[in-house]
């Protein structure tokens, strides 16, 4: 899938998870806070294609990439697995540990991290969830840049901005009318 496609997703992922486990993060996802979770979800699920020379994160991250390569690492194999987005986010994890990072940037992370994990699942390649076991996981068939992903941004894109939307309540609006607060004493 393409980069645009796995912040999307992450986004969406994020947003579902939010809303659903409203305690879990306990902010206005519309919030000044928020605006750090954002971009670590993105990170987050662009940093397992850290194994393709020229993805959009290695290009950011020449550095960790290059490392990445040397020791050989082939596209889809530990960064796409669970033991990979352990090792990968354990030096996120040290910095919140020791207050250098808030927790929402590391949630996010981890959670963009995930959803890139579940996004390649649809891809008919699939990923080794549980590297180092070979068993690559696939549960559905978008190939890559072809007409059933670019369906799928879209839809996803719509899911996004619908679950934005309802944050800031317009749903509300419209389907209850304005809240008038009028309180009809009876005698
Ligand atoms: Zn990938």
Known sequence: MTYQTHSIFGILTM???TKSIGSFFAIDLLSLEALLLYPAVIVGALLPDI???NSKI???LKPIAKIINWLGFKHRGLTHSLLGGIILNLPFYALYRYDLIPKIIFTGLVIGYLSHLLADMLNPTGVPLFYPFRKKFSIFIIPTSSKAEAVFKAGIT???IVLLVDDL???????WGPNLNVNIKRS
């Open 158 to 160: 719509i899911a996004v």
């Open 58 to 60: 290695s290009s950011n």
């Open 15 to 17: 947003l579902v998870i």
């Open 169 to 175: 309540g317009i749903i509300n609006i419209l389907k």
């Open 51 to 53: 194994d393709i020379e």
